[in-house]
C-alpha cells in the first residue's frame, strides 16, 4: 500500500461509492482525509464535511480552511442526470446532467490555488464519453466534456497534476435497485463487455490512487471498464 502519511486530501462525493472507497484507501495509506458532500456522515478517521460542490463560497472556505492540501479527488455527481433518447429527453433534464462538470470545474478552479505544488488532482468520467451508444447522450456528453477539460487544464494547473478514471458499469449507492433485479441490471449491463460483470468501487479507487501517487502522469484518463469502451 502507498505510504500517504504527511499528505492531505480533499474527497468531494467521499461519502458514497468510488468516493468513499478513494477516501478509506487514503485513509488507510495514512493521509489526513475530509470527505465532502450534501449528507451527514460519519466515516472512522476521517473528517466529513457537508458541502455542496455546487455552492461556491462554500467550497472557497473548505479549501482556503485547508490550505496547502496535496490532494483533490472529486467523485460528486452533482445531481440527478437524464437519460435515455435525446429527441424524446426534457432538455431541461440534459442542461442538469452538467452539475457533475460545473461541480468539477468550481473544486479545481477554486482548490488549485490552496494545492502544494507537487499535488494532484483526480476526476471520474465514464464509459459513455467515448462508448458511443443511443440513450446515453447526456451522460456521455457531460463526460466528453470532462475528459476535456482534463486534457485541457493539465496545461494550465502544472505543476499540479490533474488526471481522470473513466469507469464502466461500477455497482455502487448510485443505482437504487434492489435484489434480484439489481443482479439483472448489471448482468445484462455488462453481458457483452470483455470482462462481464459490474465493478467495483475498489477497483475503480485503485486507479485514483495510482494517479495521485505516480508524479510522471498529468493530463490523462486511466480506463477501468472491464473493456466496456472496445467492445
Ligand atoms: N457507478 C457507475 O457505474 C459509474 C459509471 C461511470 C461513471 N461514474 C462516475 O463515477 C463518479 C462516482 O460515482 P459513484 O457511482 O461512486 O456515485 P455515488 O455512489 O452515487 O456517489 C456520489 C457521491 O457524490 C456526492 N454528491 C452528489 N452530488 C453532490 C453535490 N452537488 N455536492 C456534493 N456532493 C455530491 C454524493 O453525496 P450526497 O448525495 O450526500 O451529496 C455521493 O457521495 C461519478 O462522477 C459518476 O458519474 C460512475
Redesign the pocket.
Known amino acids: 500500500m502507498t505510504d500517504f502519511s504527511g499528505k492531505k486530501a480533499i474527497v468531494?462525493?467521499?461519502?458514497?461509492?468510488?468516493?468513499?472507497a478513494t477516501t478509506e484507501m487514503l485513509r488507510d495509506g495514512g493521509a489526513e482525509v475530509i470527505a465532502?458532500?450534501?449528507?451527514e456522515?460519519e466515516i472512522e478517521g476521517v473528517e466529513c464535511v457537508q458541502?455542496?460542490?455546487?455552492?461556491r463560497t462554500a467550497l472557497s472556505a473548505l479549501f482556503e480552511k485547508h490550505n496547502g492540501f496535496d490532494y483533490l479527488v472529486n467523485?460528486?455527481?452533482?445531481?440527478p442526470?437524464a437519460i435515455g433518447p435525446f429527441l424524446e429527453m426534457d432538455l431541461q433534464g440534459y442542461q442538469n446532467s452538467f452539475?457533475?462538470l460545473w461541480?468539477y470545474v468550481n473544486s479545481v478552479r477554486l482548490g488549485v490555488p490552496h494545492m502544494t505544488p507537487t499535488g494532484a488532482v483526480v476526476?471520474?468520467?465514464?464509459?459513455?464519453a467515448r462508448k458511443w451508444r443511443a440513450g446515453a447522450i447526456a451522460?456521455g456528453s457531460v463526460?466528453g466534456s470532462v475528459e476535456a477539460f482534463i486534457h485541457l487544464s493539465a496545461n494550465e494547473i502544472k505543476p499540479v497534476r490533474i488526471n481522470g478514471?473513466?469507469?464502466?458499469?461500477?455497482?455502487?449507492?448510485?443505482?437504487p435497485l434492489k435484489g434480484d433485479e439489481r443482479k439483472d441490471y448489471y448482468a445484462k449491463g455488462s453481458a457483452e463487455h470483455l470482462i462481464p460483470r459490474?465493478?467495483t468501487?475498489e477497483e475503480?479507487a485503485a486507479a485514483a490512487i495510482f494517479l495521485l501517487e505516480n508524479q510522471f502522469v498529468t493530463g490523462t484518463i486511466v480506463d477501468v471498464d472491464g473493456g466496456a469502451i472496445v467492445t
Not at 467523485?75 to 445531481?79: C, F, H, K, L, W
Not at 478514471?165 to 443505482?175: F, H, N, Q, R, Y
Open positions: 468531494l462525493g467521499g461519502t458514497s461509492g468510488i468516493g468513499l465532502g458532500s450534501r449528507r456522515c458541502v455542496d460542490v455546487l455552492d467523485a460528486a455527481t452533482g445531481g442526470r452539475a457533475k461541480g476526476l471520474f468520467s465514464g464509459y459513455p451522460i463526460g478514471v473513466s469507469p464502466g458499469l461500477i455497482d455502487t449507492p448510485m443505482s459490474a465493478g468501487a475503480v
